[in-house]
């Protein structure tokens, strides 16, 4: 949907990883676990542990990290899609921003590079994020962009 858009608008394309996503929120319910194999401690090897952060692999990972995130977008000026929960937008006049975000992956577009380093760095005061740069897959598919066509074009 979001290459749709951009090519239909004529945005630039760009991508975002989250680094550690799941740490950034800290978990609402109680969660315990075995202690890791490796890291068990000697004497208290019946323990468990509790988590304070959300881990990958917990399905209240997911859900507290979704929530953080919404959060956090919404707290920034971001308005989340009725169509799409994973896809947020920033509109100013005719200046568009538009995030699809999978877990810590993002996906991006917006009008001038001015805009993407705007945005890119915005989010960037709020989590540890890692430029991906001329990374030409985004989940497995090849997205390619020729901005004089104006075309996007998206392969497996």
Same mark, same amino acid.
């Given at each position: 949907?979001?290459?749709?858009?951009?090519?239909?608008?004529?945005l630039?394309?760009?991508?975002?990883?989250?680094?550690?996503?799941?740490?950034?929120?800290? $978990?609402?319910?109680d969660?315990?676990?075995?202690?890791?194999e490796?890291?068990?401690?000697?004497?208290y090897?019946?323990?468990?542990?509790?988590?304070?952060?959300?881990?990958?692999?917990?399905?209240?990972?997911?859900h507290?990290?979704?929530?953080?995130?919404?959060?956090?977008?919404?707290?920034?000026?971001y308005? $989340?899609?009725?169509?799409?929960?994973?896809?947020?937008?920033?509109?100013?006049?005719?200046?568009? $921003?538009?995030?699809?975000?999978?877990?810590d992956?993002?996906?991006?577009?917006s009008?001038?590079?001015?805009?993407?380093?705007?945005?890119?760095?915005?989010?960037?005061?709020?989590?540890?994020?890692?430029?991906?740069?001329?990374?030409?897959?985004?989940?497995?598919?090849?997205?390619?962009?020729?901005?004089?066509?104006?075309?996007?074009?998206?392969?497996?």
């Amino acid at each position: 949907m979001t290459a749709a858009i951009a090519a239909k608008l004529d945005l630039k394309l760009w991508r975002i990883d989250f680094v550690g996503a799941y740490l950034n929120s800290l $978990t609402k319910e109680d969660i315990y676990m075995k202690q890791p194999e490796g890291f068990v401690e000697p004497g208290y090897e019946d323990h468990v542990c509790k988590l304070v952060h959300t881990i990958y692999g917990t399905m209240q990972g997911a859900h507290d990290w979704y929530k953080t995130l919404m959060e956090t977008y919404k707290k920034l000026g971001y308005t $989340t899609s009725w169509a799409d929960p994973c896809i947020r937008y920033k509109c100013k006049g005719d200046r568009y $921003t538009i995030t699809d975000t999978y877990t810590d992956n993002v996906f991006g577009a917006s009008k001038s590079d001015r805009k993407i380093e705007e945005r890119k760095e915005e989010i960037g005061k709020e989590w540890e994020i890692k430029d991906v740069g001329e990374n030409k897959y985004f989940l497995g598919m090849r997205v390619q962009q020729d901005l004089k066509k104006g075309t996007i074009r998206l392969t497996q």
